[in-house]
């Protein structure tokens, strides 16, 4: 047993220092999709995550700022008025990993999430509510002045 | 590891609770690079669930583009003062905990 054990701690240890080295860890979280959050383009994170890619719709508010000061901090605030919402995502095309983040939402809350998110440069930004009945979006152009995700 | 790095405000209201939650982060990307031209290693959460009486209310999954310091809001239906949200982080080094907050 003891051998078995130190294999395996060989393994997970291993595991950890090569996900150090690189931008994306080893880990695979149960929820967190490293092949949406890992990818470099927005086409293949939105297809990790999405059959059909979402078509754009008046139903979704995506409240972003014109001109980001400061691209580390970019508030962003997504709005649906579509019945049986269960996820918001939100994409910056221009970014060095396009998906910034995804809201899980249960029924029982409001399909109405705030967040900040890191801007590399001038991008736009899509929000994408998936119902039921598919996946819609709204992107909204944010020009950046100083960019947040370094060099 | 760190502990204690979430701040929330819950509030009752009208029926629904309103919840702001910040975390205090670095965020570190894996792509900022330190004096040395060396690449500073990925920190950052990768997922923040709320929970509410047994159920989940929220269940954010966040990758390196999320800020430092992340913020989020949002709202659900019921919740009552009093009531309290369990909150569970998990970085995307393995480091996880769990922090609660009473509904003002």
Known sequence: MMNRRSVLKAVFTGGVVAGMGVLMPRIAMAAWSKAAFGAESQEIAMGALYEVNPKASADVTLKAPDIAENGAVVPISVKSSLPGVTSIALFVANNPQPLASQFTIPEGTLANVSCRIRMGKTSDVTAVVTTASGSFSASKEVKVTIGGCGG | ?104
């Open chain 2, 1 to 104: 590891m760190a502990k204690g790095i979430l701040r929330a405000k819950a509030k009752a209201k009208g029926g629904n609770t309103v919840v702001k939650i910040m975390a205090k982060h670095a965020m570190e990307t894996g792509n900022r690079k330190d004096k040395s031209g060396e690449k500073i290693p990925a920190k950052y959460i990768q997922t923040l669930s709320v929970v509410h009486n047994g159920k989940m209310v929220m269940e954010s999954n966040m990758g390196p583009a999320t800020s430092k310091n992340p913020y989020m809001a949002f709202t659900f239906v019921g919740g009552a003062k009093g009531d309290e949200l369990q909150m569970t982080w998990t970085e995307n080094t393995g480091s996880t905990a769990t922090e609660t907050a009473k509904i003002k």
